[in-house]
């Protein structure tokens, strides 16, 4: 048993991902709900067996501040889909400040985007309107959702209707 559960709030926001271990326990104390169930797995008691689940809402709200995605540059990246602002490559990456620092550019989620070394350098010291180059998006907070989305276990789509 090694498949992950997502976890949904009691709003069916998602929140987390945990084992199906854990997933089962939540279920079995009444402190969850199954959503959906997994269609490969079942686990097996002497003379029953149950289904395992792949999607669970908690009975109650819980609020949790470790939601949020934190700034980093892996996590820009894959925002970014790992593909330069500017012209799209996926090769060279490197941060880029959109305001460039120099000039009081902020070390923020809105302000910062991948780009390749050959736009970065082109770019230079200025914003991108002065350097006549345009992003193909406005950078934005992540919401923790994108990153559960493309999550290893998304059990082959299963979990997609959840993570809109
Ligand atoms: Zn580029």
Not at 97 to 120: D, E, F, I, Q
Request: proline residues 5%.
């Amino acid at each position: 048993m090694n498949s992950r559960v997502l976890v949904l709030n009691q709003d069916y926001s998602p929140l987390m991902v945990c084992s199906v271990e854990r997933a089962f326990i939540l279920v079995y104390l009444n402190k969850s709900e199954m959503i959906k169930e997994s269609m490969a797995q079942r686990i097996h008691s002497v003379t029953r067996s149950f289904p395992l689940p792949s999607v669970i809402r908690l009975n109650r709200y819980i609020h949790a501040p470790f939601k949020s995605v934190s700034l980093t540059r892996h996590n820009i990246f894959k925002r970014d889909n790992y593909e330069c602002q500017y012209c799209g490559t996926r090769k060279d990456l490197t941060l880029d400040h959109v305001v460039p620092s120099s000039r009081g550019g902020a070390h923020a989620w809105t302000n910062l985007v991948t780009a390749c070394k050959k736009c970065n350098t082109s770019k230079g010291d200025f914003t991108p309107d002065e350097a006549g180059m345009f992003l193909r998006k406005k950078p934005s907070k992540p919401s923790y959702a994108i990153f559960l989305k493309d999550y290893v276990y998304n059990h082959g789509g299963m979990w997609d209707e959840f993570l809109t």
